[in-house]
C-alpha cells in the first residue's frame, strides 16, 4: 500500500498558495485521506481546494499538540466536514502558555473548543490504533518537564503554573513498504526521544523517516549539530522538516545530514 503526505499549511510559501506560521499535513494512506493539525487559521481550507483536495473527503483528523499554530483551524474544519472525528490527547485542554519576561501568554487550543465540538473528538490514551497501518503514540520519555521548562512552556493546572510535559503530544506512526513513518509537528519532546519511543514500541519493525518540524529554530548551532548527530545515529534513513525549523537550523542539518534531510514547502510531496 502506497502513503503519500502533502503539506497543505507551513512557513513557506509557494506562489500563489500562501503560507503562515504553522503546519498542516495531509496523509493518504491508499484510499484513506487523514489530515494532521490544520494551522493556525482557515487557510488550510483554501490551500486543500488549491492543491486539488476536498475536505469532506478527510476520514480522520489528528491534533499533534495543543497549541494554536495546530489547531486553530479546528472549528472551520469541523464546518467543511461534517463527519471525520478528530482525534486529541486526553490530557489536551485550554491551559497552554508561553512565558515571556513576566507575562504568560495563552498558546492553546480555540477556547471553548473541546465543549463546542465534544460529540466530534475523541480523546485517546496509551498507543491507540487510528485505522489499519496507522497508530498515535504518546510520550514515553521521563522528564520532559525540563524541557518545558527550558521553552519557558508552562501549563495551568488549577492556580499552579507547572512546566509543560507535552504529554498532549502524540506522534503519527504509519507502517508503509520503506517502514516506519514518524509524524510529530514540533517535536516538542525532543527528536531522538520520539524515534526511540516509536522504536521501543515497535522493536521489529525499521524506522524509514521523521517527519516535522523538530523546534530548533531558537537552538545554537552546536546543539542543532548535537542533535543532527544523534538522529543520524539512530539509523533512520530521511527526516523532512519545516515549521520551527525554520531556515538557519534547516541549513545547518544539510550539512550534517547531506541528502538525508528535505526542507518543506508547501504543496511539497511525500511518497512512501
Given amino acids: 500500500m502506497k502513503t503519500k503526505l502533502t503539506v497543505i499549511v507551513d512557513n513557506i510559501a509557494t506562489a500563489p498558495i500562501e503560507g503562515e506560521w504553522g503546519l498542516c499535513i495531509l496523509i493518504e494512506h491508499g484510499d484513506t485521506m487523514i489530515l494532521v493539525d490544520t494551522g493556525a487559521s482557515d487557510l488550510f481550507v483554501d490551500n486543500l481546494k488549491r492543491l486539488g483536495f476536498d475536505i469532506k ?16 483551524g479546528i472549528p472551520r474544519f469541523f464546518k467543511e466536514n461534517d463527519k ?17 519576561l513576566f507575562v504568560r501568554k495563552y498558546i492553546g487550543i480555540p477556547k471553548n473548543m473541546l465543549t463546542d465540538y465534544q460529540n466530534r473528538i475523541v480523546t485517546v490514551s496509551g498507543d491507540y490504533s487510528l485505522c489499519d497501518g496507522i497508530w498515535l503514540i504518546p510520550h514515553k520519555t521521563a522528564g520532559l518537564e525540563k524541557l518545558g521548562k527550558r521553552e519557558m512552556m508552562y501549563r495551568k493546572i ?10 498532549h503530544e502524540q506522534s503519527v506512526v504509519i507502517d508503509t513498504e520503506k517502514g516506519l513513518i514518524i509524524i510529530n509537528s514540533c517535536s516538542h519532546g525532543g527528536a531522538v526521544n520520539i524515534i526511540n519511543e516509536v522504536k521501543d514500541t515497535f522493536p521489529d519493525k525499521h524506522i524509514h523517516a521523521l517527519i516535522g518540524g523538530l523546534h530548533l529554530f531558537n537552538k545554537s548551532e552546536d546543539e542543532i549539530r548535537s ?45 512512501f
Fill in 227 to 271: 542533535v543532527s548527530g544523534a538522529i543520524a545515529d539512530t539509523g533512520i534513513d530521511r527526516v523532512c522538516t519545516g515549521h520551527c525549523t525554520k531556515n538557519r537550523a534547516f541549513h545547518i542539518m544539510k550539512e550534517e545530514l547531506g541528502d538525508r534531510v528535505e526542507q518543506f514547502r508547501i504543496g511539497m510531496e511525500m511518497v
Fill in 158 to 167: 488549577g492556580r499552579k503554573w507547572v512546566p509543560d510535559d507535552f504529554s
Fill in 84 to 100: 471525520a472525528s478528530f482525534y486529541i490527547r486526553e490530557t489536551t485542554a485550554e491551559n497552554c502558555y508561553v512565558k515571556k
Fill in 57 to 72: 473527503d478527510i476520514k480522520y483528523a489528528t491534533l499533534s499538540h495543543a497549541h494554536y499554530d495546530h489547531a486553530n
